[in-house]
T-cell receptor
Framework: AQSVTQPDIHITVSEGASLELRCNYS??????LFWYVQSPGQGLQLLLK??????LVQGIKGFEAEFKRSQSSFNLRKPSVHWSDAAEYFC????????????FGSGTQLTVLP | GAGVSQTPSNKVTEKGKYVELRCDPI?????LYWYRQSLGQGPEFLIY????????DSGLPNDRFFAVRPEGSVSTLKIQRTERGDSAVYLC?????????????FGPGTRLTVL
């Protein structure tokens, strides 16, 4: 069974600083990988996804993520954080084949200081 | 177009009562998922529908939980004899895909509180 680890429960950055949120997965083959963002009282919004091909994927709101097979990682990055980026971020892995559900990490809460 | 909608947005009930949570997927999406998100955790899979049938219900915690999707569109998650541990946000997602890579679009969730 697949699993996802987000080692940082809470991260604080200053507005304008760069951001990297870590995600490590466990899966027997190359999985489908996702980053979602959740603002208070809101559902999950898809930021970006990796299915195959180029290991550096671009998403919405200026986010990008890089799939590194050797490290089983899919870290999320943004070069300059905005105050509106404050939210909770979830990494998720989707299996190939008949099992179509997503397995989520426990999330990283991002606080942005003015 | 409209996204996934869920009703009610909040539900407060007493221990032992029965509740129904409704999900309206994006029009034309054949796949529908239910997840449960406890406080401070990521969503956990409950059940997946492809059309009208439950293709995978391996995430349902016990037989108090049941879900239907009779016409292949709207789905209802039903919880019998609710317990305080059932308190969580219940998320619904839908997807247009039958096979291959699958992007799931989530609704805002129903916050269930069992007193």
């Amino acid at each position: 069974a697949q699993s996802v680890t987000q080692p940082d429960i809470h991260i604080t950055v200053s507005e304008g600083a760069s951001l990297e949120l870590r995600c490590n997965y466990s899966y027997g083959a190359t999985p489908y990988l996702f980053w979602y963002v959740q603002s208070p009282g809101q559902g999950l919004q898809l930021l970006l996804k990796y299915f195959s091909g180029d290991t550096l994927v671009q998403g919405i709101k200026g986010f990008e993520a890089e799939f590194k097979r050797s490290q089983s990682s899919f870290n999320l990055r943004k070069p300059s954080v905005h105050w509106s980026d404050a939210a909770e971020y979830f990494c998720a892995v989707g299996a190939k084949g008949s099992a179509r559900q997503l397995t989520f990490g426990s999330g990283t809460q991002l606080t942005v200081l003015p | 177009g409209a996204g996934v909608s869920q009703t009610p947005s909040n539900k407060v009930t007493e221990k032992g009562k029965y509740v129904e949570l409704r999900c309206d997927p994006i029009s034309g999406h054949t796949a529908l998922y239910w997840y449960r998100q406890s406080l401070g955790q990521g969503p956990e899979f409950l059940i997946y529908f492809q059309g009208t049938g439950a293709a995978d219900d391996s995430g349902l915690p016990n037989d108090r939980f049941f879900a239907v999707r009779p016409e292949g569109s709207v789905s209802t998650l039903k919880i019998q004899r609710t317990e305080r541990g059932d308190s969580a946000v219940y998320l619904c997602a839908s997807s247009p895909v039958r096979t291959g890579p699958d992007t799931q679009y989530f609704g805002p969730g129903t916050r269930l509180t069992v007193l």
